[in-house]
């Protein structure tokens, strides 16, 4: 199972790397595009990262190092704990997260291709209820509030980038 699952994630990262380096992003890792989908938008400190993606502190200050070098995110003094540090999406990171969503779509649409729309939307309902046991949570409608978050992150994003079309929606 682990195998299989590992090839099929191949898929994933063999599209996307292919569409990111279209785009003209070559020199990134998967663990920088997973620590920044995890940024709220008025920033997250390290330690709040290390909670929600189950690493530790050195670890996300390590992959911050790395984007902060790259110009994805700042850091900043935390405004009530001086200290703890934000962590904030740069305009280049917010254009480098939304090539990165586009990514997901391509990669969608591949399996689409490959099993089929009906079998597709199996698998993720199959993927979700293993992730959900694992996780031990129950299967949730989004909320509200959540809604709204990942609302006005996007939005953020998209502020962040009006100036800069994106590579992937250039037209060639």
């Known amino acids: 199972m682990g195998r299989?699952?590992?090839?099929?994630?191949?898929i994933v990262v063999d599209v996307s790397s292919q569409?990111?380096?279209e785009a003209g992003y070559e020199s990134y890792r998967l663990s920088h595009l997973v620590l920044m989908v995890h940024?709220?938008?008025?920033?997250s400190t390290i330690n709040e990262l290390a909670a929600s993606l189950g690493i530790t502190k050195?670890?996300?200050?390590?992959?911050?190092?790395?984007?902060?070098?790259?110009?994805?995110?700042?850091?900043?003094?935390?405004?009530?704990?001086?200290r703890s540090v934000l962590v904030k999406i740069t305009n280049k990171g917010a254009r480098f997260t939304?090539?990165?969503?586009?990514?997901?779509?391509?990669?969608?649409?591949?399996?689409?291709?490959?099993?089929?729309?009906?079998?597709?939307?199996?698998?993720?309902?199959?993927?979700?209820d293993l992730a959900d046991y694992h996780e031990n949570k129950l299967k949730e409608e989004l909320t509200e509030a959540s809604e709204g978050r990942r609302t006005q992150w996007?939005?953020?994003?998209?502020?962040?980038?009006?100036?800069?079309?994106?590579?992937?929606?250039?037209?060639?």
């Not at 940024?39 to 920033?43: C, E, K, L």
């Not at 050195?58 to 704990?81: F, N, R």
């Not at 591949?110 to 939307?121: A, H, M, N, P, Q």
């Open 19 to 21: 569409k990111l380096a």
């Open 154 to 172: 996007l939005d953020m994003l998209q502020q962040k980038t009006a100036n800069y079309p994106l590579q992937s929606t250039k037209k060639k």
């Open 4 to 10: 299989l699952l590992s090839r099929a994630f191949r």
């Open 58 to 82: 050195q670890a996300v200050s390590k992959i911050v190092k790395e984007l902060q070098e790259q110009g994805y995110v700042e850091t900043e003094k935390h405004p009530d704990d001086a």
């Open 98 to 128: 939304l090539e990165w969503q586009y990514c997901t779509k391509v990669v969608d649409q591949k399996f689409e291709e490959i099993l089929g729309s009906e079998r597709l939307e199996q698998l993720k309902d199959i993927l979700l």
């Open 39 to 43: 940024i709220q938008v008025d920033g």
